[in-house]
């Protein structure tokens, strides 16, 4: 899974994509799971490092990242 390479992510969770003028807006989590997957980390690696970090349980946490990524290729983020 990768974002496109010109996908813009602001510090502020404020991401644009160029290629269709779309732009949304990140929670924090969002924008550490963006910059995650940009990093080259896979869904089992981004779950295990939030676990480790967040007081979640690992079925809440599949289901967002999962829900996440869905609304990413919803929204022409991902490559194909």
């Not at 496109?4 to 949304?24: Q, R, Y």
């Not at 989590?29 to 970090?53: R, Y």
């Amino acid at each position: 899974m990768l974002i496109k390479g010109n996908i813009a992510l602001s510090e502020n969770g404020f991401v644009f994509n160029p290629s269709t003028g779309d732009s949304f807006t990140l929670n924090n989590i969002g924008k550490e799971v963006l910059m995650l997957i940009k990093e080259g980390k896979n869904i089992s690696q981004i779950t295990d490092l939030l676990l480790g970090k967040y007081d979640v349980d690992k079925i809440s946490l599949e289901r967002y990242l999962s829900d996440f990524v869905n609304d990413l290729s919803v929204n022409n983020l991902l490559e194909e």
